[in-house]
């Protein structure tokens, strides 16, 4: 099925109406019709995950590839079980297309969001997608996020992630331009042991190597085997990139087919997937969030 | 979910976890007659322990004018709104609601969460006087004073349950067996804020920086070794003691806390409504209005402003009191006797000693020798 390539196609219909309306009343002219699109409006059943001859090693979510792959429909919902969680779902469907090259899958997925969220201040929460796969074996664990020795591996991308990666960790005066600041325990060009481990003394997090700390690339990988368990792991090579336009996030993330301790696909071989949605401007964050409450079967051809 | 006992609303709240008193409760008294906001407990607390990236905004220890301050704004009005009725039996049981019984089934904690512009004004109200307005000069003979105000420092209270830890999906946040301090494991944070969010008292804060959720440690470095917490040593007013609290069944008339808010009961712990059991206990400021000290303190606090006024004639009371911001040690005992106030620390061995009332020191008031006239200076 061929789709047209702009974001705008997933919107939901009330949104397009407000669009149309807002083009309406600043033009003062008849807008002009949206573009037909192929919305899905089914659930999907199963993720084909189609091969192309095509670059994946950098994700990029406007790559010309994606016009020719089916999105598929895939619902969700606030997440019901475990507090706290949100009063409403945010975010009711995900659309989501998959590709591979024999060694990396690329998984494009779009929702709608109004305002675009990266964190940063204070009180303030990061847009953001989570892709989980079962660890082991033909049996599935729990879709909450696996269960004790039934783990999962997720592939959590966050708009805050990926300001690092492109604009670096915000320190206060990016966050503040007014913020005073005299100077920094061991900052001053006098200090006599001024090393980068004593400056980070002070810094609690860095210093004991947490590694929500540090600055991130877009993507963390997490190994998890229920609620309050994820751990981010060493990364595999996973990547992300996405881009919010138009009330649309398009996000692609790559992962390695096979990754040795983490979950490996295979073509042929059945497996499946999951997903989360996080909209950081509606103060969801960890555990509130939207999901989707099944496994979806995942078909690589 | 478990019911645990609180001994501040007299009854058992319900609480996610079961109750593990710790071997020792860490605790503060504060005499809020005694404050005059100098704020060096708050730099002491800041040059020690939140200099760094990200910690730019954090007062672990704060002083704030009531009634009108509050850091971050308006904490304590805010989540006393969300609560609702707050009311008391005759017995001094509390009838209604804790932060964790009237959370809604999508919550752990009934909360609001802090944004950014609420941090922003550490001094927001800063000795501006409740009671309302007056034309001209205010005359204050009267004990409450009509127009009033006082300061309150606060740190954490390393609550004996606290709404940080039952809020916290990762279970990163902590209490030691120990001593009852309330930690955020900092390997284990990932700064989803619900500490933040959770806490009444707004004392857990999100840095920035390091992307995790940090709080005051109760200076656990200083107390392992029986030396009591930055902000209180430092105290110039020498209105604090840490010390360690016992439940009431188990208090030692001894211990300077025990006596303070048990044998006293002169120290009431702050809004004890919201059913965390907050482990910092002020004497309250005598001079404030009943209602607005009976909203902070409950219903015992008339009681214990009664007993504040009678107690110079305490000598028990008076000689601890004089003991108070004359050591960095920990009392862990106390006696008064002949006169003499004495500490003791852990290993009961004396570690300070003053006169309950000091010899006082008669000088001319002309100086023959350098011919001068003395003024008071040393």
């Known amino acids: ?301 | 979910m478990p019911n645990v006992e609180n001994w501040h609303l007299k009854r058992d709240v319900a609480y996610p976890y079961e109750g593990h008193r710790p071997a020792r409760q860490w605790a503060i008294v504060f005499d809020l007659n005694k404050c005059i906001a100098c704020q060096t407990c708050t730099l002491a607390c800041k040059t020690t322990w939140t200099s760094g990236k990200g910690q730019e905004y954090m007062f672990w220890n704060n002083v704030e004018t009531k009634p009108w301050g509050g850091f971050p704004l308006a904490w304590d009005l805010r989540i006393l709104e969300k609560l609702g009725r707050q009311d008391w039996a005759a017995n001094g049981e509390y009838l209604g609601k804790t932060l964790i019984e009237a959370a809604p089934p999508t919550e752990r904690v009934l909360h609001f969460a802090p944004k950014d512009e609420d941090w922003m004004y550490p001094n927001i109200g800063e000795d501006d006087c409740g009671g309302g307005t007056l034309d001209s000069g205010a005359h204050l003979d009267s004990l409450p004073h009509d127009k009033w105000f006082f300061y309150l420092p606060r740190t954490c209270a390393h609550c004996t349950y606290p709404a940080c830890l039952a809020a916290c999906p990762r279970k990163a946040i902590y209490k030691r067996p120990e001593d009852g301090i309330v930690l955020i494991d900092q390997s284990r944070c990932k700064g989803y804020g619900e500490c933040v969010r959770a806490c009444p008292y707004k004392k857990s804060m999100y840095n920035p920086w390091t992307r995790t959720s940090e709080k005051c440690i109760g200076c656990y470095p200083a107390v392992e070794q029986g030396i009591q917490p930055q902000c209180v040593v430092n105290c110039i007013g020498k209105i604090r003691v840490m010390g360690f609290i016992s439940p009431p069944a188990v208090a030692r008339a001894d211990n300077p806390v025990d006596f303070l808010v048990h044998e006293k009961q002169l120290a009431l712990p702050y809004y004890p409504q919201l059913g965390l059991e907050p482990n910092i206990y002020y004497i309250p400021p005598i001079h404030a209005d009943p209602q607005y000290l009976e909203q902070m303190f409950g219903p015992r606090v008339h009681e214990a402003v009664a007993r504040y006024k009678e107690l110079h004639k305490d000598p028990e009371a008076a000689g601890l009191l004089c003991l108070i911001g004359g050591t960095e040690r920990i009392i862990h005992r106390f006696t008064v006797k002949a006169g003499i106030a004495v500490g003791y620390d852990e290993k009961d061995e004396e570690i300070l000693r003053v006169p309950v009332t000091e010899t006082p020191f008669e000088r001319a008031a002309f100086d023959e020798k350098l011919g001068a006239v003395r003024n008071n200076n040393p």
């Open chain 1, 1 to 301: 099925m061929h789709r047209n390539s702009s974001p705008l196609g997933f919107l939901p219909t009330r949104l397009l109406l407000a669009a149309s309306s807002a083009l309406w009343a600043a033009c003062g002219t008849a807008p002009t019709a949206p573009a037909p699109v192929a919305l899905p409006t089914t659930e999907l059943t199963e993720l084909a995950v189609n091969v192309v001859t095509a670059d994946l090693s950098r994700p990029d979510p406007d790559a010309a590839f994606w016009r020719d792959v089916a999105p598929g429909l895939v619902s969700l919902i606030a997440q019901p079980v475990t507090a706290p969680r949100p009063e409403i779902t945010t975010t009711s469907s995900i659309y989501v297309q998959a590709v591979h090259d024999a060694s990396t899958v690329a998984f494009r997925l779009q929702w709608a969001d109004t305002e675009l969220s990266e964190a940063g201040h204070l009180g303030e929460f990061s847009d953001a997608v989570a892709m989980e796969f079962p660890m082991v074996g033909d049996k599935l664990p729990s879709v909450m996020m696996g269960a004790k020795d039934d783990p999962v591996h997720i592939f959590h991308w966050r708009a805050q992630y990926q300001r690092d990666a492109e604009r670096g960790k915000p320190e206060i005066k990016d966050l503040y331009p007014n913020a005073s600041v005299d100077m920094y325990p061991m900052d001053f060009k006098d200090a006599p042991s001024g090393g980068k481990d004593d400056k980070e003394a002070f810094n609690p997090g860095i210093a004991i190597g947490n590694p929500q700390s540090y600055s991130k690339t877009g993507v963390d990988e997490i190994i998890a085997e229920g609620f309050s368990t994820s751990s981010v792991e060493e990364g595999h090579g996973a990547a992300g990139r996405g881009v919010w336009k138009d009330g649309m996030w398009s996000v692609v993330i790559t992962r390695p087919m096979v990754i040795d301790g983490g979950s490996t696909l295979a073509v042929g071989r059945p497996n499946s997937l999951s997903f989360a949605v996080w909209q950081g401007g509606k103060d969801e964050v960890a555990s509130r969030k939207c999901i989707h409450m099944a496994w979806l079967p995942l078909k690589v051809l």
